[in-house]
């Protein structure tokens, strides 16, 4: 009999072909760790300090981070495609890890340097590993797209929990240069070993027939592309305005400081809860009404939001970032249904760029206004526009999205 046979898998790589719940897992476990800006709002005041920084210069680092994700997410997702999701979360690993040791050891009083050492090479390593892991776990569960994007999702919203409650033990018992040390090893050992457990499936799990599968050349020739993009970048200020300072902000408004430091926890579970939960609801009810909700509700907290006192402050932040991590794991499941699975990790990568004009433009614009409910109307009017613009967003496949 002729013919060529299939090479033979490797222990590990055939008991993930019979237990594909390892990418799940592997993949949640690199999320918990690569989730830093969910946790910033806890080394923000530890940075000012030990390195003399302003708090517009440490909530900068926070943008620029969220900033050079959105770009790497370009290069990870071709990396993705290309060479396979092991190769982009080693390289993600790499650079995320490498930029928390560098952090300990950079010198006070010069932020762009710290920008440069930290906030590029975290920023585009968390963008390697997430549409590795994501889309990864959406060609194993192609029939629950959703409910995979969920799981993942839900890692990235933990991970923000996760990282505050170590990073303040760390930073109490040796300070903030010994915590980014720390974590940097940490996240080479755990994010590493889960990176070499990714693989995509050798014969794809059938799921129905979704269309075209557009390249990315394709994908920026239509419409639906841009108005994705704008719709992205207008959820930003809902949160990413806020989150860098949440502590100081409720101090300011009534509560002391271990209480403030909640407003990290539970907002880390609300955004758990929001990346689980708004894909499996889309998978049930429709892309478009779960981002109209969403984005709904993004407006109405923001105004809300901008009143708050004391203990609300902690509800209504944890119900912002419920609501904005949702809206931000319907890009994923969105854009595969609009460009296909083919090229889904650099087309995602194409359409997180909104994130990266949002994360930087709209602090740069609320620095022109001196009164600090500035930032609260640019958040209400950003997501009013979005929920008008997802009114715009047509489907690509002939089928309701």
């Not at 033979?8 to 019979?18: D, N, Y």
């Not at 806890?42 to 926070?62: L, T």
């Not at 400081?257 to 809860?273: E, F, K």
Request: charged share 10%; proline share 5%.
């Amino acid at each position: 009999m002729s013919g060529k046979k299939d090479p033979p898998k490797t222990a590990p790589a055939a008991f993930v072909q019979q237990h594909p719940w390892v990418i799940l897992a592997a993949g949640a476990a690199i999320q918990i760790l690569a989730g830093v800006p969910a946790a910033w709002g806890v080394f923000q005041r530890s940075v000012c300090d030990e390195y003399a920084f302003s708090q517009d210069n440490a909530s900068m680092i926070f943008s620029l981070t969220i900033c050079f994700y959105g770009i790497g997410c370009i290069f990870g997702g071709l990396v993705q495609d290309k060479a396979g999701p092991r190769a982009a979360g080693v390289c993600g690993t790499g650079l995320m890890s490498a930029g928390f040791c560098a952090a300990a050891f950079l010198p006070a009083q010069i932020p762009w340097v710290f920008y440069a050492a930290f906030s590029v090479p975290v920023g585009l390593g968390s963008a390697f590993l997430y549409p590795a892991v994501m889309s990864c776990a959406q060609k194993w569960y192609a029939q629950r797209k959703g409910f995979a994007t969920g799981i993942i999702g839900g890692a990235v919203g933990v991970s923000g929990g996760v990282l505050t409650l170590l990073g303040r033990f760390l930073i109490e018992q040796w300070g903030i240069r010994v915590a980014f040390f720390v974590l940097g090893i940490l996240m080479l050992l755990v994010c590493g070993t889960a990176s070499a457990l990714l693989s995509n499936p050798q014969k794809q799990p059938s799921a129905p027939q979704q269309g075209r599968d557009y390249t990315v050349r394709e994908m920026l020739q239509t419409p639906q592309y841009w108005v994705l993009t704008v719709i992205v970048c207008l959820a930003t200020p809902s949160v990413l305005l806020f989150s860098p300072r949440i502590v100081e902000i409720a101090q300011e408004r009534g509560l002391e400081q271990t209480a403030a430091l909640s407003c990290i926890v539970v907002g880390s579970l609300g955004s758990a809860a929001g990346r689980l939960l708004m894909p499996w609801l889309s998978d049930k009810v429709g892309r478009l009404c779960t981002d109209r909700l969403l984005f709904g509700a993004l407006c109405t907290l923001s105004f809300v939001f901008s009143f708050a006192q004391g203990w609300w402050v902690v509800a209504v932040y944890s119900l912002l970032t419920f609501c904005y991590s949702g809206e931000a794991a319907m890009i994923s499941v969105m854009g595969t249904d609009l460009f296909g699975r083919k090229n889904a990790g650099i087309n995602y990568g194409f359409l997180a760029l909104g994130m990266s004009v949002g994360s930087v433009g709209f602090p740069l614009a609320a620095r022109c206004f001196a009164d600090p409910a500035a930032r609260h109307w640019i958040a209400v009017i950003s997501t009013a526009a979005g929920f008008i613009g997802l009114f715009f967003l047509k489907p690509t496949q002939g089928e309701t999205l």
